[in-house]
């Protein structure tokens, strides 16, 4: 039953690639066909196969490497080394977008609390902090570095 059931999975796998692949021979009823024409048809099947496997594996790669990208934020937010505080006049919002007429915010960063600094949202990013919280319709961002 087993082997019945991967034969079938097998042909249907196989008429879905050749419904939507371009292959060089049809045939029809009541005509003789030539094997090198079948064969043909087979290996420009395997020809597109091959090509899918290495559009997958491509994928594979990038979806491995974003993998490893979001390892290293989550380790970045669940421990961060230092924390910086930004206090905005105007929204943070405003402030992210560097609207005019938006003042640079006031930052302390925990490792020097009693150091306030003016930074603008671009000088945040500059240094490598990245943003974890926001007040909703208020004026302060929190960032992990």
């Given at each position: 039953?087993?082997?019945?059931?991967?034969?079938?999975?097998?042909?249907l796998?196989?008429a879905?690639?050749?419904?939507?692949?371009?292959?060089?021979?049809?045939?029809?009823?009541?005509?003789?066909?030539?094997?090198?024409?079948?064969?043909?048809n087979?290996?420009?099947?395997?020809g597109?196969?091959?090509?899918?496997?290495?559009?997958?594996?491509k994928?594979?790669t990038?979806?491995?490497?974003?993998?490893?990208?979001?390892?290293?934020?989550?380790?970045?937010?669940?421990?961060?080394?230092?924390?910086l505080?930004?206090?905005?006049?105007?929204?943070?919002?405003?402030?992210?977008?560097?609207?005019?007429?938006?003042?640079?915010?006031?930052?302390?960063?925990?490792?020097?609390?009693?150091?306030?600094?003016?930074?603008?949202?671009?000088?945040?990013?500059?240094?490598?902090?990245?943003?974890?919280?926001?007040?909703?319709?208020?004026?302060?961002?929190?960032f992990?570095?």
């Open positions: 039953m087993k082997k019945n059931a991967m034969i079938a999975l097998g042909a796998a196989f879905a690639a050749a419904a939507t692949a371009a292959i060089p021979y049809t045939f029809s009823a009541g005509t003789a066909i030539k094997s090198a024409e079948v064969n043909g087979f290996s420009a099947l395997q597109q196969a091959d090509g899918q496997d290495g559009r997958l594996t994928l594979e990038q979806v491995d490497a974003q993998d490893g990208r979001l390892t290293k934020l989550e380790v970045a937010i669940a421990k961060p080394t230092d924390q505080i930004c206090v905005t006049a105007s929204t943070v919002a405003a402030w992210v977008r560097a609207l005019p007429g938006a003042p640079p915010a006031n930052c302390v960063q925990g490792s020097a609390p009693t150091d306030t600094k003016q930074m603008t949202f671009a000088q945040v990013m500059q240094e490598g902090w990245l943003m974890v919280t926001v007040d909703g319709g208020g004026g302060y961002a929190l992990h570095k």
